[in-house]
């Protein structure tokens, strides 16, 4: 018996990881002075093929410049992720590294979940240093830049490039939807870093592919709190990216001013409790001083971390910012950064009263003073 062999045939897929870093780097930053520091290697980013939108309207467009790229240890060769870099004028910062992969299946992505450099380090110690050097040469354009940058907000997205195919090869293209009910458990493994996802339970695997998004019968995003799944063609699936890197900026900018925040109400308990004390006087009403700008200053920043998110028009975009705002809980940070700055407010006009009470206690006893010291000279003029 003569056995023919059977060709099987492999489904090869083109596929793109990319790593979001989001940076605290200073209260404000001066994109105009900034594109100058750079020399010209900068250049304010431009939105791509926008789907459902006007020609003309308003987008927030950062400064965004490449860097020098990463060598890493991939799963079987080396690797090298581009890098760029992009500035916001709310003094943030986020660093983005791509590497295009090949994959058949999808869970050849997790390997690149915890990506480690040629050296050995972890990648974020690289991400830092890249972050450092960007930092220092734009320091100049930046308006109360931080001391020392902290760890970042990071964010991991994984692309693969449309249309999509069945697996088995039986039916050939496949429409996104389809193709997700199909492969749900194996999608909710990779975003969750599941090495075995038949141990997940179905409400898991329907929890974490419920933020699903689609336009086209070829695209299709998936987003859970620190990664996402995009299917779609590389020139239409930047944009989205673009969005998921802001939703990622603000979520990092909250942290950082719901921190700052509880360092500030902690300073002003404080000066509450010895308000009451004259000697306290000048330091109540440095703090005073103090509380007045951080109100300011704050609330304008808040408003702007909102601002940037604003797509007019283009409502596919925004079905996406609300699925990364729903998963990275913006609403929820963005409450208690108010609720904070309410506190703020509570304590300054507390201090300013008390400040007043003390103003207008002075002027009484001024006043009695004033008056006993004309009753004695009465009495004394007239003896």
Known sequence: MTYVPIEVKVLIMNAEIIYMFAF????????????????????????GRLKDTPRHFPVYRPLSLQVQGVN?????????????????????????????????????????????????????????????????????????????????????????SAPVTDTSGAKGEMDTESW?????????????????????????????????YSYYRRDLAVIDWDTALLIDIPEDYNDTLYVMEMANLQLAELKVYDIYLDQILDKAYDEVERASKLKYWYSRQRMIRELREVRMDLSKVTDEITNISKFFGEWHLARIYMGCATRFHLSEWENAVNQK?????????????DTFDWVMMVLEAAIVALFIIDLIIIVFLGM
């Open 72 to 160: 890493i240890k991939g799963p079987s060769d080396p690797m090298q992720l581009s890098a760029s870099v992009k500035i916001f004028a709310i003094g943030a910062m986020s660093l983005k590294l791509r590497v295009p992969v090949s994959i058949e299946k999808i869970s050849d992505l997790l390997p690149y979940r915890n990506l480690q450099l040629n050296d050995g380090s972890e990648m974020e110690q690289r991400v830092m240093e890249t972050a450092r050097k960007v930092f220092s040469s734009i320091r100049d354009g930046l308006d109360t830049p931080v001391a020392e940058l902290a760890p970042p907000e990071d964010f991991t997205v994984f692309c693969i």
């Open 341 to 353: 700055l309410r506190a703020l407010d509570s304590i300054y006009s507390i201090l300013q009263k």
């Open 24 to 47: 605290d780097i200073a209260q404000e930053a001066d994109l105009v002075k900034m594109e100058k520091l750079l020399s010209g290697s900068a250049e304010l980013h431009k939105i």
């Open 180 to 212: 997700l009910k199909k492969n749900a458990l194996d999608v909710a493994g990779l975003l969750v870093g599941e090495t075995d996802p038949s141990r997940l339970s179905s409400q898991e695997v329907e929890d974490v592919t419920r933020c699903w």
